[in-house]
């Protein structure tokens, strides 16, 4: 699926995996559209639990720019999706992005289906765990790639 190359990452995916990667981003932009998204809280979780006025000025400081780098990264991801084609190279910056989009997705999936904790690895029933294993596949299979860099 990916391969590490002098100039980047080999991406060669089933058109039918990047069909489906391509909803990711819309994903991630509806965190926090619902009061009480529980994907907006597993994603933005509290630095300073106690200490509200630590946490404000976290919130103040540092939200706009993770916010910012989280859009970039999605901005990045959607980019390089939408131009696939198999044997694409994607740049190590790309390649990042895509880890940490994939990740996030992951996340607030597993937020919004109610899973705490790794024990959903077991339980195989759910709606949501065979995605949530299949975006956990790609994102392996990226971060041995990105390793073999190292």
Known sequence: MFKLVDSGVQLKLPRQL?????????LLESVGEQPGDPAATRLQPMA????????????????????SMRELDRQTFAD?????????????QEAEAWVKVIGDARLALAARAGIN???W????TG?????????GYVQSSLVQALSAAL
Do not use: C, M, N
């Not at 990047?18 to 819309?26: I, Q, R, T, V």
């Not at 765990?129 to 299949?134: D, E, L, N, Q």
């Open 48 to 67: 300073y639990v106690d200490d509200v006025d630590a946490q404000s000025d976290y919130e103040e400081f540092a939200g706009p720019q993770l916010a």
């Open 117 to 119: 904790d790794s024990s």
């Open 121 to 124: 690895e077991t339980d195989t």
């Open 127 to 135: 709606p949501v765990a065979p995605i949530i294993a299949t975006l």
């Open 18 to 26: 990047a069909k489906f990667l391509e909803g990711l981003p819309d």
């Open 80 to 92: 390089s999706l939408a131009d696939y084609r198999k044997g694409q190279i994607l740049t190590i």
